[in-house]
């Protein structure tokens, strides 16, 4: 079954760089979700969209932002990257708002 | 206060038993309820949800009491393929999944 696919995999960026991460959901989930992990810790959330909006917001920094397009991708777009932001990413998607999300494989983000 | 609080571990159990995980949430209004296993730098995986009648799939069963806030997992006869980090995970009904801190289970030879 196709999964969450998220790109890049890795990414190696300097201090006040800017990356973008990328998002392709399960073929029919409306629903994208962001998280940040950092090491040794649980998944935080960050944002999310429905249907090309957003839905929900949690501890996203105000430097980074995101959108759902019309096919239901997502991307993610930080700026001014801070050694702090170092850690996985990873896209979730799910088909009903309240019920099982599954995760993408992250990307691996090291700021330098 | 977190929103799921776990036992972080570490639980080092030997093949064939049976290891139990609790966790706790702290929102009544919670309203879905998962274990999520994560291996070593890989993504979260869904287990199982979580009903209020509890549920079974296979080795592996999941108990929610709502009156306490408790959820519980149950694995028996523990292989070694079954060495992770278990995530307790609440959806209070926001757009979003709050997770425990894990519970680190490795299964000994």
């Known amino acids: 079954a196709a999964g969450v696919i998220q790109s890049p995999r890795h990414l190696i960026k300097e201090k006040r760089e800017t990356a973008t991460l990328k998002c392709y959901p399960i073929?029919?989930?409306?629903?994208v979700y962001w998280y940040q992990q950092g090491p040794g810790q649980d998944p935080q959330f960050l944002i999310s969209f429905y249907e090309k909006m957003q839905s929900d917001k949690g501890s996203i920094p105000d430097r980074f932002s995101a959108q759902q397009f019309s096919d239901y991708h997502s991307e993610l777009n930080m700026s001014s990257l801070e050694l702090g932001d170092s850690a996985l990413y990873f896209c979730?998607?799910?088909?009903?708002?309240?019920?099982?999300?599954?995760f993408g494989p992250g990307t691996r983000l090291t700021v330098t | 206060r977190k929103e799921v609080e776990q036992d972080p571990g570490p639980f080092n159990v030997p093949e064939g038993a049976t290891v139990a995980f609790n966790c706790t949430y702290s929102n009544s209004a919670s309203q879905s309820f998962f274990w999520y296993r994560q291996d070593c730098r890989k993504e979260p995986k869904l287990l199982m949800s979580?009903?209020?009648s509890g549920n079974e799939d296979g080795r592996f069963t999941a108990q929610l009491n709502r009156a306490s806030q408790y959820i519980s997992l149950l694995i028996r006869d523990s292989k070694l393929s079954d060495s992770a980090t278990y995530l307790c995970?609440?959806?209070?009904?926001?757009?979003?999944?709050?997770f425990g801190t894990g519970t680190r289970l490795t299964v000994i030879p």
């Open positions: 073929p029919r989930h409306d629903t």
């Open positions: 979580v009903y209020s």
């Open positions: 979730a998607s799910s088909s009903d708002r309240a019920y099982e999300q599954y």
């Open positions: 995970v609440v959806n209070t009904g926001a757009n979003n999944l709050f």
